[in-house]
Nanobody, 124 residues
């Protein structure tokens, strides 16, 4: 069993930055691939970025356009997402999730544990 708790969301202006955190507890955190997703009202859940459990390789969705960075701190059992140059289209609930798949994937059905989400609102 893994518990995930996101934090760091909030209301910001366009162009601002936010850093999201995802604190994990339970089964060994470092065994999982970890990812960030988001879901805007009326839209499907979108995969943003993933970091692998093994070598720490990362992948990013085109929508992040080099603005987002993912990393993990195994000593703190915490996953991070740095988001820069935020715009209105980034408004959504952001989720972290874990996967035991062999490699990172954007398929949210491959993720077995999810946090409760943290709201990010960007005003233009």
């Amino acid at each position: 069993q893994v518990q995930l708790v996101e934090s760091g969301g909030g209301s910001v202006q366009a162009g601002d930055s936010l850093r999201l955190s995802c604190a994990g507890s339970g089964r060994a955190f470092t065994h999982y691939n970890m990812a960030w997703f988001r879901q805007a009202p009326g839209k499907e859940r979108e995969a943003l970025s993933c970091i692998s459990s093994s070598e720490g390789s990362t992948i990013y969705a085109p929508s992040t356009k080099g603005r987002f960075a993912i990393w993990r701190d195994g000593t703190k059992n915490t996953l991070y997402l740095q988001m820069n140059s935020l715009n209105f289209e980034d408004t959504a609930v952001y989720y972290c999730a874990t996967s035991l798949a062999s490699k990172c994937t954007s398929d949210n059905s491959k993720y077995n544990y999810w946090g409760q989400g943290t709201q990010v609102t960007v005003s233009s």
